[in-house]
C-alpha cells in the first residue's frame, strides 16, 4: 500500500519560515519524483516545488529563492522548506508522487 504523509504544517507570521515533511513508502519513494502541490480557497491546486529522484528540484516562479526541497533516502523523506512566507502563501500542502496524494497540511501566514 502507498502512502504519503504530510506533517509540519501551522500558523505563522509573515516573514517566518516553516518545514514541512512528507514520508512517502518506500516502493513510491524509490522510483518517483516526489511533489508539493498547494491549494488555497476558491483556487486551483498548484505544484509548487518537485523533486526528482537523483535530487533534482525545480521551483513554481513564486516561491524561487524562498522555498527549498530536498529528499533524504535514508528515511523515504522529502522536505520542504519555506522561508520568507507571505501572507498569499497560505493553502493546504499535499505531497503527491504519481498518481498518489497524501492527506494534506494546512499552511497558514498572518498578516
Known amino acids: 500500500q502507498v502512502r504519503l504523509v504530510e506533517s509540519g504544517g501551522g500558523l505563522v507570521q509573515a516573514g517566518g519560515s516553516l518545514t514541512l515533511s512528507c514520508v512517502a513508502s518506500s516502493s513510491i519513494f524509490r522510483i518517483s519524483t516526489i511533489n508539493w502541490y498547494r491549494q488555497a480557497p476558491g483556487k486551483q491546486r498548484e505544484v509548487v516545488a518537485s523533486i526528482s529522484t537523483g535530487g533534482s528540484p525545480n521551483y513554481v516562479d513564486s516561491v524561487k529563492g524562498r522555498f527549498t526541497i530536498s529528499r533524504d533516502n535514508a528515511k523515504n523523506t522529502v522536505y520542504l522548506r519555506m522561508n520568507s512566507l507571505k501572507p498569499e502563501d497560505t493553502a493546504v500542502y499535499y505531497c503527491?508522487?504519481?498518481?498518489?496524494w497524501g492527506q494534506g497540511t494546512q499552511v497558514t501566514v498572518s498578516a
Open positions: 503527491n508522487a504519481i498518481h498518489f
